[in-house]
């Protein structure tokens, strides 16, 4: 059977990039709300909380566009390796882009690293994978958690969640999630969900915005040869990935781009 191609999505700004995003991520959500009554969303750092925060905070444009976030069940893709009040940490990017800024009685349940293993990045992952376990399913039931949605970025080298070119986690084939001590880019010390985790979700949407990106975006798109860690989502995901990115990021890039309806 031949292999199915990612969505490439281009908008003229990150305003309307932004709008389709929501719609993408509410149709996500209801899938998730069929399959079992919740929402199991997996989101990195970077550039990405912020987008999705001016998505998921903007007025409902109707009945059809109604999130639930007490339904919602936040994972984070990968993190940084320190606590949760740091400058550094992704859950506390998360916290004040977008879950500040959601009333109280309408909190998604969050699940942040456990900062009591801060000094054993690899007890760190253990735990946050225990942690997938209570939520997802025993280990012994499940080769890989599913989940419903997975939100990611794309580093200037084509990395994704901590999962860098080259690097030996790429490799990685047991663990859901692993620590890395030598990321390239700073902090070095991180836990990342691992490269098969990422791939079984139902979903994985990247997001990429500005010029600084389209020079990797030709050879993550244009490039016949899979090795960046981004291509490899793509490769492995499929039409179950999606890609939004603005037009300066893509600029120059071949790969037929479709209209987000
Ligand atoms: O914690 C992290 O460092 C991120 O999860 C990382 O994988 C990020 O998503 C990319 O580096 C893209 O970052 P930008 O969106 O800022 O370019």
Wanted: glycine share 6%.
């Amino acid at each position: 059977m031949p292999k199915t191609q990612p969505n490439l999505y281009a908008f003229r700004n990150v305003d309307s990039l932004a709008t389709a995003l929501r719609g993408y991520v509410v149709q996500s959500q209801n899938a998730g709300f069929n399959r079992h009554d919740s929402f199991k969303v997996a989101v990195s750092g970077g550039s990405l909380p912020k987008t999705l925060a001016q998505a998921l905070l903007a007025p409902s444009s109707g009945p059809e566009d109604v999130i639930d976030f007490t339904k919602w069940e936040i994972f984070f893709a990968d993190e940084r390796a320190v606590a949760l009040d740091h400058a550094d940490s992704n859950y506390g990017l998360l916290k004040s882009e977008l879950l500040d800024k959601i009333p109280a009685d309408q909190q998604p349940t969050v699940h942040p690293i456990d900062t009591t293993y801060l000094d054993d990045t690899q007890e760190l992952a253990d735990q946050y994978e225990k942690s997938l376990v209570g939520s997802f399913a025993s280990r012994d039931s499940v080769r890989l958690p599913i989940f419903d949605l997975i939100l990611l970025g794309c580093g200037p080298d084509g990395h994704t969640c901590s999962l860098f070119p080259g690097h030996p986690l790429l490799r990685e084939t047991d663990a859901w999630v692993s620590p890395i001590e030598d990321s390239p880019k700073p902090p070095p010390r991180r836990i990342t969900l691992t490269l098969p985790v990422v791939t079984h979700a139902v979903r994985v949407a990247f997001v990429a915005t500005g010029g600084g990106k389209k020079d990797i975006m030709k050879q993550i798109f244009d490039s016949l040869e899979a090795t960046l860690p981004c291509s490899l989502v793509n490769e492995a995901s499929g039409e179950r990935c999606s890609w939004f990115v603005d037009e300066p990021a893509v600029e120059g890039v071949g790969f037929p781009r479709k209209a987000f309806l």
